[in-house]
């Protein structure tokens, strides 16, 4: 009998202090604080939930004023699936994709739903392009750059779910 693995990447970000051990009023005057992003990878295996963190991407310290990218591989994701595609939630325009198959399929099981594939990146120069939506690049060894165009909005710091899945298969995320 096989085990299904299926997975969740979480993003989530959140102020922190630059160093530890100081106080707000011990820190900079300028801005104590900066954004920490986080990728997580989450995965059910059985009654078993599991969580890894694959990547972490600070915001400058003046503030979250410029895209952030994401260098990341991950285990999920077989070398032999190329160009994958990321489906968030919050960018649905269709209900069915925002509500109805999110807790069985992760959100986009069809493809009118508002899916981001994959580009393949030779010559590891994309990730650094600026762009107005969420871009998933991946170089010649499988890992990936997820940028992120707007980092200041608000979803981020509440949480962002999103399904990797495999390119022209099936309905059910890979990841």
């Known amino acids: ?17 630059p160093s530890l051990g100081k106080s707000p009023v011990q820190a900079s005057p300028t801005n104590p604080f900066q954004w920490r992003f986080y990728l997580s990878e ?15 991407v ?26 994958p595609y990321i489906c968030f939630t919050y960018d649905q325009t269709y209900d069915a994709c925002r509500s109805t198959w999110v ?7 069809y493809n009118y739903c508002n899916m981001h594939k994959a580009i393949q990146d ?3 120069t ?23 165009p707007d980092p200041w909005d608000s979803r981020w710091a509440a949480g962002v779910e999103a399904r990797l899945y495999r390119a022209g298969y099936g309905s059910y995320p890979m990841a």
């Open 126 to 148: 994309l990730w650094q392009q600026p762009t107005s939506s969420v871009w998933l690049t991946m170089n010649l060894k499988s890992t990936f750059f997820l940028t992120i």
């Open 42 to 56: 989450t995965w059910t295996q059985g009654n078993r939930m599991s969580s890894l963190t694959i990547a972490t």
């Open 58 to 83: 600070d915001c400058q310290p003046q503030g979250c004023q410029s895209q952030v990218t994401f260098n990341f591989s991950s285990n999920s994701v077989s070398h032999e699936w190329r160009h």
């Open 103 to 109: 807790e069985t399929n992760g959100g986009c099981p």
């Open 1 to 17: 009998r096989v085990q299904v693995t299926t997975l969740c990447l979480t993003f989530l970000g959140h102020l922190v202090l």
């Open 122 to 124: 030779t010559k590891e």
